[in-house]
């Protein structure tokens, strides 16, 4: 069973996980979580029903009860998760994978995510083992719940007039589709929408905005219409990525630093603040004078939503485009963070001050962006590469709860397993364009010799 990973299952579907495993992990997550009743939501994709209807015998002939969302965002159950007690929830998404892909993931009380470190392991033990199901005596019921229109009022509190701002959003024919335009408004002269219907087969591109073609619709839309930023979702709406007036796509880390405008100028809030091990320098070092301070930590859900809550951190955020909110339960959506940063990008603008212009403020540094190597030997050449440039040069700090990040006074470099991917990952900072070539260059040098 290659679905389960370190922060939910998924896979493509019949081939790394089918029905009877969907039937199995709704059975087993009542046991898992001490839970009688379970909340349930589901994306678009085709085989959702499916999966959906599995699960849900699952967890009802274990004797537990179904809350059904039925068709949701991934914070949408998130949001009911953690405002009506529920302590196990999952939502069948693959997220940003491409359509023959789909999965689960499980949420235990207070909204907090269960990886495979948390639970996640215990059930694929469970499933390996052929551990029983027997249906229970009294079998559980299930009963719809409807949050929509509520979850679409927590969001607007987060809405500014942005009446000054043109405005590009291409929701990627993902979950964003359910809500986006009864927060954001309808189609205008001055809000431009694409694929912008629910479409779970993702017709027009992949709904990764990772991925630079999948934002090239976006990047000529913004140019074409003259837009002041352009926004894109992923397919679950739990991430959110931005273009500038230029057709730019900007860092999703940098927007860290974009949003403690909100949280720590406006509010006037002090305190710790979440990155992920690969986020850039420039992000803590703009976010100080504010008074933020800078915690770093593993990448991911399962670690960053338990992190964030384990230090009470204002909000936070990862080189993936999720942004994490005290305000909503120490988790994600990518609606809530999109109506935060077009607020402050409108309050700026109605100074004189453009996106990029902003951006530039922020951008100290020349990044290398994310490089992967496919190789067998992970671990060795992540020593190879730190030991060489530790010998070399003395570090000023150094993590290694993921991967390894180790900082110098004018570069830094993090070099990590992917926990979705058979990929060993790299990323570099550097002071000059020179330096970082340099650097890079090297790393790919260490790498081909094993």
């Given at each position: 069973m290659g679905a389960f990973h370190a922060?939910?299952?998924?896979?493509?579907?019949?081939?790394?996980?089918?029905?009877?495993?969907?039937?199995?992990?709704?059975?087993?997550?009542?046991?898992?979580?001490?839970?009688?009743?379970?909340?349930?939501?589901?994306?678009?994709?085709?085989?959702?029903?499916?999966?959906?209807?599995?699960?849900?015998?699952?967890?009802?002939?274990?004797?537990?009860?179904?809350?059904?969302?039925?068709?949701?965002?991934?914070?949408?159950?998130?949001?009911?998760?953690?405002?009506?007690?529920?302590?196990?929830?999952?939502?069948?998404?693959?997220?940003?994978?491409?359509?023959?892909?789909?999965?689960?993931?499980?949420?235990?009380?207070?909204?907090?995510?269960?990886?495979?470190?948390?639970?996640?392991?215990?059930?694929?033990q469970w499933i390996d083992e052929n551990k029983p199901t027997p249906v229970a005596q009294k079998k559980g019921k299930v009963e719809n719940l409807d949050v929509k229109g509520e979850y679409i009022e927590f969001l607007l509190k987060y809405k500014k007039d942005l009446g000054n701002l043109n405005i590009a959003v291409d929701v990627s024919n993902g979950m964003a589709a359910l809500l986006i335009k009864d927060v954001l408004g309808m189609g205008s002269d001055k809000l431009h929408y694409i694929f912008d219907e629910l479409d779970g087969t993702f017709p027009n591109h992949e709904a990764n905005p990772l991925i630079p073609e999948n934002v090239k619709a976006l990047k000529d839309e913004v140019i074409e219409k003259r837009c002041d930023v352009g926004v894109i979702f992923d397919g679950d709406a739990d991430r959110v990525m931005f273009v500038d007036e230029n057709g730019r796509f900007i860092s999703p880390d940098l927007m860290i630093a974009l949003l403690g405008h909100y949280f720590l100028e406006e509010r006037g809030e002090k305190g710790k603040v979440l990155q992920d091990i690969r986020s850039s320098k420039a992000v803590g070092e703009y976010l100080s004078p504010m008074g933020g301070e800078m915690v770093t930590w593993k990448v991911g859900r399962a670690y960053a939503a338990h992190k964030l809550r384990e230090i009470d951190g204002i909000f936070g955020g990862e080189l993936a485009g999720h942004y994490y909110f005290r305000d909503f339960f120490y988790s994600d959506s990518g609606i809530m963070a999109s109506l935060i940063i077009l607020g402050i990008i409108s309050k700026m603008k109605a100074k004189g001050i453009s996106l990029s212009q902003l951006i530039g403020n922020i951008e100290r540094y020349k990044n290398s962006g994310e490089i992967n190597f496919r190789i067998e030997q992970k671990q060795k050449a992540m020593d190879i590469v730190r030991d060489y440039f530790t010998s070399v040069e003395k570090p000023v700090a150094s993590f290694d709860f993921d991967g390894y990040r180790v900082e110098f006074p004018e570069w830094w470099f993090n070099i990590r397993p992917s926990n979705t991917e058979p990929y060993l990952r790299f990323i570099a900072e550097a002071t000059t364009d020179g330096l970082l070539d340099a650097k890079v260059s090297k790393v790919k040098e260490l790498i081909s010799g094993l």
């Open positions: 922060y939910d299952i998924r896979g493509i579907y019949n081939k790394d996980f089918d029905k009877e495993v969907a039937y199995k992990v709704g059975y087993f997550i009542p046991e898992l979580l001490h839970s009688d009743r379970v909340l349930v939501g589901m994306d678009a994709r085709s085989s959702s029903p499916e999966i959906h209807s599995a699960l849900i015998a699952g967890i009802t002939d274990h004797g537990a009860d179904v809350v059904d969302l039925g068709l949701s965002t991934t914070p949408m159950v998130y949001y009911a998760t953690g405002k009506y007690g529920f302590k196990a929830s999952a939502q069948i998404t693959a997220s940003h994978n491409p359509k023959e892909y789909n999965g689960i993931k499980v949420s235990r009380e207070n909204a907090l995510p269960v990886g495979f470190d948390s639970g996640l392991g215990t059930i694929k």
